[in-house]
């Protein structure tokens, strides 16, 4: 089994610093590029691609992970996909390949794939659900040639091709406003811009320009506010900017930066109850998957988790808010597994008060999860450590503590057991370093 760093601790930069209860767990492995949904009891659903497999869907059934293969196909791999799920939590993905398809599960539970009739290599999707739950997909074709927009009526699919010929059509992201009219963010190259288009009460579209780049413009997540007004964070080069339409212009800020000649991997917002903004990204010199949230006068920051360094693309985090405003990621680890994690917050506070970390402690996944009471941990120390594992109840509440202790430096394998069946958290700190693991007793 792999060992990996989750980490729980704060960034300070500019901004005040927050965090409590960040808790992140292995989804499967591989995985990559995943898109994340809630459904209706609040559990995790994620769609994403696997090479030489085709499509994964993974959801929580409030005991564990349940994962089985939405769509089949050994070769070409596939990079993207987009998830959405209905008002009865039935999951409908779009994914591109040689052509764009449409997966969908039905009453017997069985998935169920369209191919749209439009020739073209897709590698960008993005799918949103209208008011009578049909599917509306924004999508690039032929490797940034084309900007395409396809929606289903009845049994009948209509596509419409927005722009073509300017490098355009990468990094879509899409969203119906209440009136059910599309919206898109996207990237042009050569320029390098961020473009938006939405369709108006007439059905028609209109097109800007929001940013002008000197880099390229990647990973664009757009969101509306109740009022209809478009949020979108992105990737300007090493830079995460966040903008949105301020009613007479667009309003641009830098959040956050790598490195000069570094690349950010992946951006995605949220709109919390108040409307305010909340991003997750990548900064990739630094391997770090970051939260940052507006409380109405400051950016906020986290550290959420460390990524293993690859010179390849890692990251692409997919954010949720529940119905509490709590943040929910979905995003994947890179080399050498590419392991898909999903982290989310509590609001415990059971990791909250830890500052820094001093990178001592690795710690594994507890197996076996679910356990019928007996489970066990395994961890490394770089260096001699006093440790302590302590158990939590979902309410917070220390139900045990299995062991403490000094440690000498090296790999360790420590059991213990819980009685009485539900959810529980494994706590073990080093020093001023912490690791939460979920895990579930059943009967």
């Not at 970051?290 to 990524?307: C, F, H, K, R, V």
């Amino acid at each position: 089994m792999r060992v990996i760093v989750l980490l729980v601790l704060a960034f300070l930069t500019i901004g005040s610093t927050a965090f409590s209860g960040w808790l992140i767990e292995n989804v499967d492995i591989p995985g990559i590029n995943p898109s994340l949904a809630l459904n209706s009891a609040g559990y995790p659903c994620i769609a994403y691609p696997v090479d030489g497999t085709g499509v994964k869907y993974a959801e929580w059934d409030g005991s564990q992970w349940l994962i089985e293969c939405a769509y089949s196909l050994t070769y070409p791999n596939i990079a993207y996909v987009s998830l959405a799920l209905d008002v009865a939590d039935t999951p409908h993905i779009s994914l591109g390949v040689s052509s764009l398809f449409y997966v969908t599960r039905d009453d017997s539970l069985e998935w169920q794939s369209e191919e749209l009739e439009y020739p073209g290599t897709v590698r960008h999707t993005s799918l949103a659900l209208d008011g009578e739950g049909s599917p509306h997909i924004a999508f690039g074709i032929d490797w940034g040639y084309i900007l395409a927009y396809a929606y289903r009526s009845g049994s009948v699919w209509d596509i419409e091709i927005l722009e073509s010929g300017n490098n355009t059509g990468w990094f879509v992201s899409l969203k119906l406003d209440a009136d059910d009219n599309p919206h898109i963010s996207y990237a042009r190259r050569s320029p390098d811009l961020l473009m938006y288009a939405s369709m108006d009460e007439t059905d028609a579209w209109s097109f800007q320009v929001i940013d002008s780049l000197s880099d390229e413009c990647m990973n664009t997540s757009l969101t509306l506010s109740g009022e209809g007004v478009p949020h979108i964070s992105y990737n300007a080069g090493n830079e995460v900017r966040y903008s949105y339409w301020t009613g007479s212009g667009w309003h641009i800020e830098t959040l956050d930066a790598c490195d000069s000649g570094s690349f950010g991997w992946g951006t995605s917002i949220a709109l919390d109850s108040a409307d305010q903004p909340h991003i997750a990204y990548c900064l990739v010199d630094e391997d770090y998957l970051m939260y940052a949230s507006w409380n109405g006068s400051d950016w906020q920051y986290e550290l959420i988790d460390t990524l293993p360094s690859y010179i390849l693309r890692r990251g692409d985090p997919d954010l949720v808010l529940d119905t509490l405003d709590r943040p929910h990621i979905s995003y994947w680890a890179g080399y050498p597994d590419h392991d898909l994690r999903y982290a989310w917050n509590d609001g415990t506070g059971i990791s909250q008060g830890y500052e820094e970390a001093n990178y001592n402690l690795l710690c594994g996944s507890l197996h076996p999860n679910p356990t019928l009471g007996m489970t066990s941990l395994q961890f490394f120390l770089a260096a001699d450590s006093h440790i302590i594992v302590t158990v939590y109840d979902v309410s917070g509440h220390a139900v045990q503590i299995p062991e403490s202790g000094q440690f000498p430096a090296g790999t360790h394998d420590m059991s213990f057991s819980v009685a009485s069946p539900g959810m529980y958290f494994a706590r073990i700190s080093s020093g001023n370093q912490i690791e939460i693991r979920r895990f579930v007793v059943i009967d």
